[in-house]
């Protein structure tokens, strides 16, 4: 079975950093591609990043570019998200999932959620 559990949220100040880690089980992550969304109070689901199957090609939602960066650790069958400057806006769950293809910013194109991890960023 496939399954996920994301870490690394916490309370940071705005123009901080942070790390999210996305460690999966049930498969090897090196043959998929994997996204990061976000999902805040009374919004919907938002697209954060994408990474390619090789790790050779990543997407980011215009409000983080620049900002975020996204990576694969094959050796511990994770995902990471590296999160800079951070802004008030980006407080949200931080979720991951598998994509099977399609768009990428469309969550109805991924598969295996896992729970997420809590970003708030305030002074």
């Known amino acids: 079975q496939v399954q996920f559990v994301e870490s690394g949220g916490a309370l940071v100040q705005p123009g901080g950093s942070l790390r999210l880690s996305c460690a999966a089980s049930?498969?090897?992550?090196?043959?998929?591609?994997i996204g990061w969304f976000r999902r805040a109070p009374g919004k919907e689901r938002e697209a954060v990043s994408c990474?390619?199957?090789?790790?050779?090609?990543?997407t980011y939602a215009n409000s983080v570019k620049g900002r975020f960066s996204i990576s694969k650790d094959n050796a511990e069958n994770s995902v990471s998200l590296q999160m800079n400057s951070l802004k008030p806006e980006d407080t949200a769950v931080y979720s991951c999932?598998?994509?099977?293809?399609?768009?990428?910013?469309?969550?109805?194109?991924?598969?295996?959620w896992g729970k997420g991890t809590l970003v708030t960023v305030s002074s």
């Open positions: 049930g498969f090897i992550l090196d043959g998929y591609a």
């Open positions: 999932a598998i994509y099977s293809g399609g768009s990428v910013y469309d969550a109805i194109n991924y598969r295996g």
């Open positions: 990474i390619s199957t090789s790790g050779e090609t990543e």
